[in-house]
């Protein structure tokens, strides 16, 4: 059985961050003459050399198509393969691996889930319930459904801090409603939802609740049977991991309930021109040659974030996050979008009336790598009033001392305007 290269999954006694920050090459560069100051982490993480190694080492070493072959590169490509979705279940928690459904990320996840779970259930009138605070990829693939079938999208409001309104919720939730899809922490405002909360209070109506854990998965430690939903999804890069693999976790009783999505090679059990059957979990969900190196890339990075730890990791940002607050809060002028009292590792912003994206061009010449735009929340911009903002967000490797000199920088661009 040939095991994914990876460190050692020991958690670390204390949180070094600068030994920590000498696994991220990339961390090492200049930008325009400048230390890269990488804060937009909530759009795509850096990439420690133990998923890059693991990577590489797969290419290098095993490569092959997987589940096919009888020859030893696939046998080998194979176990590598099925060693990251292993350690991805027991890292959230999965009952079994057979209830981890990889696939190109978050978004393809919520995809499946309301084509092949909730479209053939849906008739006119019923109700798919998200809120105002979603991701476009947890509004968009329900409002396809909504054409389809006729079925109505609900929005759950949210607050001036950027939180959900529970009141609303608890009203909104009913016997019509068939899905709500949920993200646990925003990547426009930050908020972290009481998950766990809105899965009991949705069962009292029967009303299976799907999580996108695209931003939790790096910041916390995510336990798909505490939470109690039916559907979670993630995404490796978020979780530095690969590009190109994320997974949708549900129950085996579920998935074995739904129609397969996608249809091809390898999700079959039998084909003749007159009907086929379906393969097992998860290779029912797997049409085609998966993203192999991507599996076992996500595997090396859950391996890295085990051996730091969440809890760790988690004490880590949150202090960064508290500094940067304070910081951005006593410049004149500056206006933090998304206040809510549980935060994750984000600060959506809006400077004067500077432009977000001039605002992150000019500093991108300090070596500052944020993110403006709508993040494709665009329902939240409508919300708080603004067309745009720019956002910084921070990992595992983001520092104080990062921050002052963001802050500096942002004061130098204030100035010019
Ligand atoms: N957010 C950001 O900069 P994919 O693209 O499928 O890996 O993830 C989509 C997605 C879903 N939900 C949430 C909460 C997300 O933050 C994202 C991706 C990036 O905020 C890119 S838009």
């Given at each position: 059985m040939i095991e994914p290269v990876s460190a050692s999954v020991e958690p670390e006694s204390t949180f070094n961050i600068n030994r920590i920050r000498?696994?991220?090459?990339?961390?090492e560069r200049e930008v325009r003459g400048k230390p890269l100051i990488y804060f937009d982490t909530a759009a795509s993480a850096q990439r420690p050399l133990a998923v890059i190694d693991a990577v590489n080492n797969f290419y290098r070493e095993h490569n092959a198509n997987v589940h096919r072959g009888v020859h030893t590169l696939s046998q080998e490509a194979t176990d590598l393969y099925e060693g990251g979705r292993r350690k991805l279940a027991q890292f959230i928690n999965a009952p079994s691996e057979r209830e981890v459904i990889f696939t190109r990320g978050t978004t393809e996840s919520i995809n499946l889930v309301a084509q092949s779970f909730l479209r053939p259930k849906l008739k006119p009138g019923d109700e798919i319930l998200v809120t105002h605070m979603e991701h476009h990829s947890n509004i968009v693939p329900w409002q396809i459904l909504c054409q389809q079938t006729g079925a109505l999208l609900r929005v759950v409001p949210i607050n001036q801090r950027g939180e959900l309104e529970m009141g609303a919720l608890q009203r909104l939730l009913?016997?019509?409603?068939?899905m709500l899809g949920i993200v646990q922490v925003s990547n426009a405002l930050g908020t972290i939802n009481p998950v766990a909360e809105i899965c009991r209070m949705a069962k009292h109506h029967g009303v299976p609740v799907l999580v996108d854990g695209a931003q939790a998965m790096p910041h916390m430690q995510v336990d798909v049977q505490a939470l109690g939903c039916e559907f979670f999804c993630l995404s490796g890069h978020k979780m530095y991991g690969p590009t190109g693999v994320g997974a949708l976790w549900a129950r085996e009783s579920t998935l074995d309930s739904m129609p397969p999505w996608q249809g091809g090679g390898e999700m079959i059990r039998h084909v003749t021109f007159e009907e086929s059957t379906w393969n097992d979990l998860p290779a029912k969900f797997e049409a085609g040659t998966p993203n192999i190196a991507g599996g076992v890339g996500l595997g090396a990075a859950v391996d890295y974030l085990s051996k730091l730890g969440l809890p760790e990791i988690a004490a880590h940002e949150n202090q960064v996050l508290s500094y940067a607050t304070e910081k951005l809060a006593e410049i004149d002028g500056l206006r933090i979008i998304g206040t809510a009292r549980d935060k994750a590792s984000v600060i959506s912003f809006i400077l004067g009336d500077i432009h977000p994206h001039d605002l992150g061009t000019i500093i991108d010449h300090y070596g500052v790598a944020l993110r403006t735009g709508h993040h494709c929340a665009m329902p939240v911009m409508q919300f708080f009033g603004v067309p745009a903002t720019a956002r910084v967000s921070f990992g595992l490797y983001n520092t104080q001392q990062e921050v002052d000199v963001f802050v500096d920088a942002l004061l130098k661009v204030r100035e010019m305007f």
């Open positions: 000498r696994d991220f090459p990339i961390l009913s016997e019509r409603v068939k």
